[in-house]
């Protein structure tokens, strides 16, 4: 009965982390928009006729759909209309959203951020990336480390060997005590030898059971994987995870992947000598007050922290912008009081 109740603890231990690490596939899997605006075009002046709303898995290759702002991109596609800028966080671990106009790729689970596109799907179904992503998941949670093969290796050896030597302890204990080599008062009273050779016996099973050689390693390798991607870390399979304790130096890309993924203020130069500090920090925090780039959180956030500096808290008043335009990929301008706020880049 213990053996039997260690065996099946090991297999209930497997089974909660398989369910458990589901959880990181499942949350990928949740990236994908469920549904989406499909657009019927006149076939000969390309003008938009009828905008229809479909479930994601109906989406066909060459399909014009309809991303609006703050949307997911359904599939992976081109964009055939607008300008817009896309978060691909989930993919590439940027921080800062990417300008898309047409002609430019975008990719399924990513999100739009600001602007209306239009896109022509160009993989659907198991061909996106989201879909490779998952797919890659799985493979790498099922696939045997190399040391689980040297397991099951010794697990093949090992398991008969035991049988053998747990009936040699077996028949060797039986025929002492038929032989009367053990004292009778050895043997429990209502026994016998047959039962009391199995008291010796069994024990050789239980003690050497090889049940942690068969679950430890493969449970190793699925909790692993399952956290590297709950952490937005693809580990392609046992073989990688088993390697990865060899590793003596790192090379990162690019410098997204060593900061925090949240832009932040560090530095700032005035230049015009007619807007004093305090002016120029109310002026552009007001404008970026209702913005939801993340450029324009981190200067909200940094000209709040200077307002405050020295200030009692309601003194810190920001005005709400009006005649706000927002220019994807180049920047923002608006109205605040009187005075006319552009914020951008040098493009």
Same mark, same amino acid.
């Given at each position: 009965?213990?053996?039997?109740?260690?065996?099946?603890?090991?297999?209930?231990?497997?089974?909660?982390?398989?369910?458990?690490?589901?959880?990181?596939?499942?949350?990928?899997?949740?990236?994908?928009?469920?549904?989406?605006?499909?657009?019927?075009?006149?076939?000969?002046?390309?003008?938009?006729?009828?905008?229809?709303?479909?479930?994601?898995?109906?989406?066909?290759?060459?399909?014009?759909?309809?991303?609006?702002?703050?949307?997911?991109?359904?599939?992976?596609?081109?964009?055939?209309?607008?300008?817009?800028? !896309?978060?691909?966080?989930?993919?590439?671990?940027? /921080?800062? *959203?990417? +300008?898309?106009? &047409? %002609?430019?790729? @975008?990719?399924?689970?990513?999100?739009?951020?600001?602007?209306?596109?239009?896109?022509?799907?160009?993989?659907?179904?198991?061909?996106?990336?989201?879909?490779?992503?998952?797919?890659?998941?799985?493979?790498?949670?099922?696939?045997?480390?190399?040391?689980?093969?040297?397991?099951?290796?010794?697990?093949?050896?090992?398991?008969?060997?035991?049988?053998?030597?747990?009936?040699?302890?077996?028949?060797?204990?039986?025929?002492?005590?038929?032989?009367?080599?053990?004292?009778?008062?050895?043997?429990?009273?209502?026994?016998?030898?047959?039962?009391?050779?199995?008291?010796?016996?069994?024990?050789?099973?239980? !003690?050497?059971?090889?049940?942690?050689?068969?679950? /430890?390693? *493969?449970? +190793?390798?699925? &909790? %692993?994987?399952? @956290?590297?991607?709950?952490?937005?870390?693809?580990?392609?399979?046992?073989?990688?995870?088993?390697?990865?304790?060899?590793?003596?130096?790192?090379?990162?890309?690019?410098?997204?992947?060593?900061?925090?993924?949240?832009?932040?203020?560090?530095?700032?130069?005035?230049?015009?000598?007619?807007?004093?500090?305090?002016?120029?920090?109310?002026?552009?925090?007001?404008?970026?007050?209702?913005?939801?780039?993340?450029?324009?959180?981190?200067?909200?956030?940094?000209?709040?922290?200077?307002?405050?500096?020295?200030?009692?808290?309601?003194?810190?008043?920001?005005?709400?912008?009006?005649?706000?335009?927002?220019?994807?990929?180049?920047?923002?301008?608006?109205?605040?009081?009187?005075?006319?706020?552009?914020?951008?880049?040098?493009?």
């Amino acid at each position: 009965m213990l053996l039997i109740t260690f065996i099946m603890f090991g297999r209930l231990l497997s089974f909660a982390a398989k369910g458990k690490n589901a959880d990181a596939i499942t949350k990928l899997l949740a990236l994908q928009a469920d549904a989406v605006v499909l657009l019927m075009l006149d076939d000969r002046t390309g003008e938009v006729m009828e905008e229809k709303e479909i479930d994601v898995n109906l989406v066909k290759k060459g399909d014009i759909l309809k991303i609006m702002s703050g949307e997911q991109i359904p599939t992976d596609g081109e964009i055939v209309f607008g300008a817009t800028s !896309i978060d691909q966080s989930m993919l590439t671990g940027e /921080a800062v *959203p990417v +300008a898309k106009s &047409v %002609g430019d790729e @975008v990719i399924g689970g990513t999100i739009n951020k600001e602007g209306t596109i239009h896109m022509k799907a160009t993989r659907v179904g198991a061909e996106t990336a989201l879909a490779c992503i998952v797919n890659l998941v799985e493979e790498a949670q099922n696939e045997k480390a190399p040391i689980q093969a040297i397991a099951d290796m010794i697990s093949r050896i090992f398991v008969p060997v035991i049988l053998c030597l747990s009936g040699l302890t077996f028949a060797l204990w039986l025929i002492l005590t038929l032989a009367g080599v053990v004292p009778s008062d050895w043997v429990p009273g209502g026994s016998n030898a047959f039962f009391f050779a199995c008291l010796f016996g069994i024990p050789v099973i239980v !003690i050497a059971c090889p049940c942690s050689l068969a679950l /430890a390693t *493969p449970t +190793a390798v699925m &909790v %692993g994987t399952g @956290v590297g991607a709950r952490n937005g870390i693809l580990i392609k399979g046992g073989v990688a995870l088993e390697l990865a304790h060899k590793v003596s130096a790192v090379l990162f890309d690019k410098t997204g992947t060593l900061t925090s993924g949240r832009p932040s203020v560090t530095d700032f130069r005035l230049f015009a000598e007619t807007v004093d500090e305090d002016e120029f920090f109310r002026l552009i925090g007001s404008a970026e007050s209702g913005s939801e780039h993340p450029l324009g959180k981190a200067i909200h956030d940094f000209t709040k922290e200077r307002l405050s500096e020295g200030a009692e808290e309601d003194a810190i008043r920001l005005e709400t912008p009006h005649d706000f335009v927002a220019a994807p990929g180049k920047g923002m301008s608006c109205s605040v009081g009187e005075r006319r706020v552009l914020i951008g880049n040098r493009l």
